[in-house]
C-alpha cells in the first residue's frame, strides 16, 4: 500500500503534528506501508534534507513566512501545484491530510483528481487557538468560525482520526458527520530507552539533589505555563530550593521571563530550548523528579506519555486528550488547577521517596501499552479499509 502525507508544518518546525507524522511514517513502513510526504521547506538546506536524519521520500515545498508566526511557513500555491503534479503519475491508494490549511485543500483535490480516498487527522483544538493568534477577534465568535471551518472540512473526507476519544466527542458536537476513528500516536520504541538524568544536570551546572520540576512542549500562550509559574511559586514558599526547567521554545517565551521576573523566581527558571529528540530530551525527562503540565488545548499530549515512559511521575490537569492518557494508575496524579493544590500534589511526591517511586514503576509499565507500533497497524488497517471500499465503489459504478 502506497499513500500520499501532506501537512503544513514538518521537522525543522518542532510541534505535536510533526511528531505525529514521522512516528507513524516509521512504524507505518515497518508494517509495509509506503508513504510520501509533501511539506514546506524553511529555507535551510541542513534541516529539510530528510535523508540527513534516515528519512526517504519527503518532499518539499517552496513556502513563505507567516505573518507574526516566526516559526511556521505557507506552501506557495503554484509550487505546491508543481510538486503535486509528478506525483498524480505515481500509483497511490489514498491521501491523509495532517493540518487544515493549505495543505487540507491541496490534499482533497488531489484525491479527487487521482479517484482516491482521503482522510484527515484532527490535531489541533483549533478554536482555542484563534484567540491568542486573532486576539481582536472576540472568543464567542472564533469559536462559530472555528466550528463551521471545521464542519465544511471534516464533510470533505472518507474518515476523519481523533487522537482521543475527548476530541471526537468534541467533533460530534460540532455536528460532524463523517466517520471518525479513535487512533493516537503512541510513542516509538526509542522512546523507552532510560535517559541519563545525571548527566543532564552535569551538562546545565544542575546538582544532583535539586528537586527539578519539568515541562516539555510548545512555549506558547496556549499552553497555560503561566499556571505552572504560579503554583512554582506557591511550592517554593516550603521548598525554596526547587528549580523549574522548561524545555521548548514559542512565542510566550520572552513573556513567561518577564512573568518569572515579576514574581521573583527568575534566578531558579530555567528556559533550556528545543533538545534533540535523540538524545538530549530523554535526558531532559530523566533529569526530573516530577513533570508538570496545565495545557486545556491538547487532543492528545504525547510529551505525557513521553514523560511516563521514562518513568517521571506526572503533575497535570485533565483537559481534553490529556484526559484520555491520565487514567488510573499512569502514575500521575491528577489535580485541578489551582496553584495551592496544584503545587500540594507535587510537594507530596517530592517529600515522598517512596510514593515517587511507586509512580515511576507505574509510569513506565502504563506507558508500554501506548507502544505506536499498535497504533501503526490500527491505521494500516483503516487505510486498507477505506482503500478497498473505493475500489468497490469504482467497480460497481
Known sequence: MRVLFISDVYFPRVNGVSTSIRTFRA?????????????????????????????????????????????????RGKALRRALEPLAAEHFDLVHIHTPFVAHYAGVRFARQCDLPVLATYHTFFEAYLHHYVPILPRAIGRVLARGFSRSQCAQLAAVLAPSEPMRELLLAYGVHTRIEVIPTGLPADRYVKGDGASFRQTH?????????????????????????????????????????????????????????????????????????????????????????????????????????????????????????????????????????????????????ARAAALSEQARSYALSWASSRMAARLAALYSELAVARRRSATAA
Do not use: W
Open 27 to 75: 512504524d507505518l513502513a515497518a508494517a509495509g506501508v509506503e508513504s510520501v510526504l509533501v511539506a514546506p521547506s524553511y529555507g535551510d538546506a541542513a534541516h529539510d534534507d530528510s535523508a540527513s536524519i534516515g528519512e526517504t521520500g519527503v518532499v518539499r515545498v517552496p513556502s513563505s513566512r507567516v505573518p507574526g508566526d516566526p516559526e511556521d511557513r505557507r506552501m
Open 205 to 353: 551546572g544542575i546538582p544532583a539533589a535539586r528537586p527539578l520540576l519539568l515541562y516539555v512542549g510548545r512555549v506558547a500562550h496556549e499552553k497555560n505555563i503561566d499556571f505552572l509559574l504560579h503554583a512554582f511559586v506557591e511550592l517554593r514558599r516550603t521548598r525554596p530550593e526547587a528549580l523549574f526547567v522548561i524545555a521548548g521554545e514559542g512565542p510566550a517565551q520572552e513573556h513567561l521571563r518577564g512573568l518569572a521576573n515579576r514574581l521573583g523566581v527568575d534566578s531558579s527558571v530555567h528556559f533550556v530550548g528545543y533538545l534533540k529528540r535523540q538524545r538530549e530530551l530523554v535526558d531532559c525527562y530523566a533529569a526530573a523528579d516530577v513533570f508538570v503540565f496545565a495545557s486545556r488545548t491538547e487532543t492528545q499530549g504525547l510529551v505525557l506519555l513521553e514523560a511516563l515512559a521514562q518513568g517521571r511521575p506526572v503533575v497535570s490537569t485533565a483537559h481534553l486528550g490529556t484526559a484520555s492518557i491520565l487514567q488510573a494508575g499512569c502514575g500521575a496524579r491528577v489535580a485541578p488547577e489551582k496553584t495551592e493544590a496544584f503545587a500540594q500534589a507535587i510537594a507530596c511526591i517530592l517529600d515522598d521517596p
